[in-house]
């Protein structure tokens, strides 16, 4: 979702008639736009202040291990993407993470390893 390859911003360039950098600045800019594909399954750990204090940083370091992948990367098959992001509003599970939208609170760097072979 929101993958925007170069032949795709070159058609809508063409199609709005604007040189290709004004339409790469406008995917760059955007965080629902990427140049890179996603994973099947995508990933995000709240590093908001609750999050990052309750061990966010563990999470993401052991996810990180377990996927051989750092944050904002996607593994070579192409099954999982990995973000840390701002917040997920859900401050009172925290740390929480989730997996495509479905959220996964009270987790630590073990549950979040754990949840995460369910999706394999």
């Known amino acids: 979702m929101g993958y925007l390859p170069r032949d795709v911003q070159e058609a809508v360039a063409e199609g709005l008639n604007v040189p290709l950098n ?6 760059s800019f955007y965080h629902h736009f990427t140049v890179e594909p996603k994973g099947k399954y995508q990933i995000a750990v709240c ?3 609750a999050c990052y204090v309750k061990g ?11 996927l051989g992948i750092k ?3 996607t593994t070579k098959d192409g099954k999982f993407s990995l973000a840390a992001v701002r917040c997920l509003g859900a401050c009172s599970l925290a740390p929480v993470m989730t997996i495509n939208q479905k959220a996964y609170g009270l ?11 369910q999706y394999e």
């Open 71 to 73: 944050a904002g990367e």
């Open 56 to 66: 966010a940083p563990a999470i993401i370091s052991g996810l990180e291990e377990e």
């Open 107 to 117: 987790m630590n760097a073990d549950k979040a390893v754990d949840v995460l072979k």
């Open 22 to 27: 004004k339409v790469y600045g406008v995917v």
């Open 47 to 49: 590093n908001g202040t």
